[in-house]
């Protein structure tokens, strides 16, 4: 099998997307410490911000900058691996890292709060994030997506806003914007986790390969050219095969079960401090009532 170092550094690397990266992880720091004064009602950005900020920058650039964003369009199961990544991942700890004043900022901007108050609604944020999830993933449109370097990006932009959207409602960190809680929180994520099964279901029964760019030579050529660039062409490749020892159908398969998976210990996870957070609520209200009857004996329920 060939290697990826014949793709060349600049292909491998994406030292264009990592200096983008970097300018706003700069103006990120730059806005939290230093110019924050210029905010109302700003606090000071703890540790566990700015570590969470970097992890989800480390992983924006892991997924679509690093050797593993070609490797995507080589293998369909990388591609399962980035893409939950990017949107059951990345999205939650980008929201977690944002501090409470520089949230209520953004969200006050006269632009930004009118998409608000509509894009925040959990059945339309839901809606929305797994109406354009699954239709990324008909063959027709991701085959085509794939072969236009502008179309790609703006796809994933919008699915990336759209997960962001999807996540706010589940673990919005202020709580005057909070509009889910207990088993409404419980309920998020079951439908959540029930809509993005057909997708993936397709995905893992097709006893054919569904996508043309891991199967059909000129469409895997294009997608490739687009990625690496005009040197593609004089590599003289024909195809994915060339880099892995599994067949396209196998290769689809294990994408749809890895992206199955993965987001469902996401969830699985997300779930478990939903139900100790209720557990804990719980409990403080007991022991609040508990405290109320001490000191007011005679109040008959």
Known sequence: MLTLDIFGFKALWSPYFLTILLAITVGFFLITTKYRTKFLNNEPLNAKQAVLFLIAMGLLYAIKGSPLDLMGHLMFYIHGISMVLLVFLVPPLFILSIPHWLWRTILNLKGIKSLYKLFSKPVVAILLFNAFFSFYHIPLVFDHVMQNRYLHAGYSILLFIFAIGMWWSL?????????????????????NSILITPSCALIIFSDTSLYATYHDPKVWSQVMSLCVGSSFDNLNLTGPELFSS??????????????KILQEMIFAVVLAQVFFEWYRNDQEDSEREMENYTLNPTVVE
């Not at 673990?171 to 439908?191: D, H, S």
């Not at 196998?250 to 079960?257: K, M, N, P, T, V």
């Open 171 to 191: 673990i919005c960190p202020l709580e005057e914007y909070k509009n889910l809680t207990g088993i409404k929180k419980v309920a998020y994520i079951f439908v």
């Open 246 to 259: 599994m067949s396209a159908v196998e290769d689809q398969r294990l994408g749809g079960i890895v992206m």
